[in-house]
């Protein structure tokens, strides 16, 4: 499985998606293993560049996609009562994370 994390160099929610990745990977028992790419760095992918910041993508997709005002936004994501916040909450990173393996799990 590939997780990416993919920020602004002056995000100011990037440490708090980075605490909320690791709490989902331990809730699931799996190492806390991802790839980080700060958008403003030249060595970035290039598909980084079409995201907000801070995005988790788990195998290539979005762990919430939600419409955002272009890639040089900051995101916004629903927590469990439904307000905003600048974060994916664990719950909705381990979601995907489940959609994944379970994928994986049936490709066998």
Known sequence: ???ELIY???CPNVNAARAELSLALNRL???ETWQEHCRQDRHAPDFAR???SPT???NGQDVA???TDGP???RLY???KGAGQGFPPAFVIEGRIKVALKDAKQAL
Do not use: Y
């Open 1 to 3: 499985m590939k997780i």
């Open 8 to 10: 602004d160099a002056d």
């Open 29 to 31: 028992g799996l190492s």
């Open 50 to 52: 079409a995201f907000g």
């Open 56 to 58: 988790i993508l788990v």
């Open 65 to 67: 996609p939600t419409r």
């Open 72 to 74: 040089n936004a900051c």
């Open 78 to 80: 629903p927590d469990e």
